[in-house]
């Protein structure tokens, strides 16, 4: 129930700073009522950027990189940087993406000469090499993730996922010969899930296991072994447990094995050495109180790497924004890296003295950039495109914390967002207007919203909205304690945040609290769903994929999240008087909100059937209801015209249901139980 960063080009406003005709003279303010501004950002141009950079890796002097392409059907482009120019790997026809977990991750491996990549039409293993033709490695019914390659490039590691029998699937860590077709042999099979097989120099294997009901930000186990050939031997479980989270496992080049846990109360970093766990930097350390790592969603991800000279470069998040850092693993000391960005991923080292990273910026999209760890100083190697939004219309976002419903034990809490105001210098409200306010919900739920640069929330301010992006309890970036505030109240804590973010902007004056929209996908939805059903405070809603039968959804949705909800709600059958309760799609009896819904018709993490019920009960209720299901979209749209489509229908949505007159002209979506407007 999750989603990642996003970049991109488009419109005819593709350079910075150049406006649309009719906004060219910044003196000529148009009065306008708020959400109905002229906005040099249109959907087309936002589905366009929504191309994203990913997946990171140097890899014996080579940068790797993957690309999505909104306008190729969501294509995965593998790159390379060659002769200061990004070029496609692979030939036309191959998607890089696997689906292990559905979410998928690292679904590429350089092994010697070969490259081994996961295609995403037959998620098979391909392999790679000289001017050769990529040739499939593995059999159908099998995907592959996260993959690591020995030193020498004979043998290659990944995370399986056996889909070929009945119930569930079956992971395993396998290791396969990169030059002969097979499916691999299995080192590891006694877990429900596994993650970062990590193979050693000196002929070990690390890697992470967990069991249901735990997700991997819950319990993990650190496991290693000794590798006899193609079995592996002496396996013991060095850190971890069913109440710590241990993720990704690294092997320095002196045989110490490095690792992120969230024992101390935030994830940081560790090392397994002389048979003993010790943490990395000391109690007083800055690094102890923000977040080293964060809750994996897509396996192989890199928040930090060893750099090979005694330091780590690690990326800590504190309060969900983000900055760089390095980390002298004998002292603990802990140097910031300055840098212009508030959010990273796919940290890696390049060469002696440069690591790389993706990162984006709070005016800028996200880009793959190098960084000279002597000067501090950066080079942006690529971007997925240039923003179409030119900086004096972006609306930065503001921290705010705020107070909210009490904990158990009656103490008081308060939670976080990022408030964005609405900007656009070529408009003006008309006096006394308050801005409507839209309310946004990250996936999850156990993520966060960084205050980088994110088109879907300038959509929205450019056109005279408020945005505030509540990152509720639950979310990462807050330590483990903030991380656990959901736990068995999934429906509440989130649903009783977002509300307090309205009370407080509303008291503070800033915002109109009678044109308040809630909008969220995944997990996102379903708090959107909820707030429709349980508040009166929301005007209308905007749910993409949300769960609207938490039963359903139980029995329903794939492996990875089958028991998340025995976390977040609780263990069946014993708790499904709480599951009814808390399932939007039975207490609509007071819903007064109108609903627009997208979905997915190949999502497998919220089923199509959960969007199709709500809609048929909102509907049958009476209350105006719009629906979108789009052919060959999953969990998450990727395909710029679904993009662009979805994003016109929100807009006319809007404003048929707030009472305003978009400027742009859009393509209407049918919206039934709507009172047609007054003449």
Known sequence: MNGGLRGGVAGFATMPGHLPPQSR???????????????????????????SLGQARAVGGRLLWTETQPDAGGRVA????????????????????????EYGGLAYVQAGARLLFANDADQRLYSLEGGRPPWPLTPPGLRYADGAAAADGARAFFVREDHRGAGEPRNTIVVLDPAREGEGTVLFDRADFVAFPRPSGDGRLAFVGWNHPQMPWDGTRLHVGRLDGDALVDLQAVAGGDDESVIEPRWDADGTLYFLSD???????????????????????????AELGGPLWQLGQSSYTLLGDGRALGCLCRRARDTLALIDLASGAVTRVPLPFVAFGSIDVRDAGTAIAIAAAEDELPALVAIDLATGRHEVLRRAAQSPLPPEYVSRAEAIEFPTAPGDDGAERTAH???????????????????????VLHGGPTGHSAPALNLQRQFWTTRGFAVVDVNYGGSSGFGRAYRRRLRGLWG?????????????????GRIDPQRVVIRGGSAGGYTVLCALAFTQVFAAGINYFGVADLESLAA??????????????????????????RSPIHHLQQMDAALITFQGAEDRAVPPEQSRAIVAAVRARGRPVAYLEFEGEQHGFRRAANIRRALEAEQYFLGRVLGFTPADAVEPVPIDNLAPPPR
């Not at 967002?417 to 309310?439: C, D, I, K, Q, T």
């Not at 509440?492 to 503070?508: E, I, K």
């Open 263 to 289: 024992r101390g109360g935030w994830w940081n970093l560790y090392r397994w050495r002389g048979g003993a766990v010790e943490p990395v930097a000391p109690a007083s350390a800055d690094a102890l109180a």
């Open 556 to 581: 329903d949705t794939h492996k990875f999240e089958s028991r998340y909800l025995d976390t977040l709600v609780a263990p069946l059958p014993e708790g499904r008087e709480v599951y009814r309760a």
């Open 492 to 508: 509440v804590v989130d649903l009783a945040d977002a509300v307090a973010a309205v009370r407080f902007l509303a008291a503070s």
């Open 25 to 51: 003279h910044l003196n000529d303010i148009v009065s306008a009522r708020h959400g109905a501004w002229a906005s040099p950002l249109s959907a087309a141009a936002l589905a366009t950027a929504s191309s």
């Open 417 to 439: 967002a990022f408030f964005y105001p609405p900007r656009n210098p070529r408009h003006a409200s008309p006096p006394g207007e308050l801005p409507p306010l839209l309310v």
């Open 78 to 101: 593998l790159m390379a940087l060659e002769d200061n120019r990004a070029v496609e790997v692979l030939p036309p026809g191959f998607s890089v993406r696997s689906r292990v977990h």
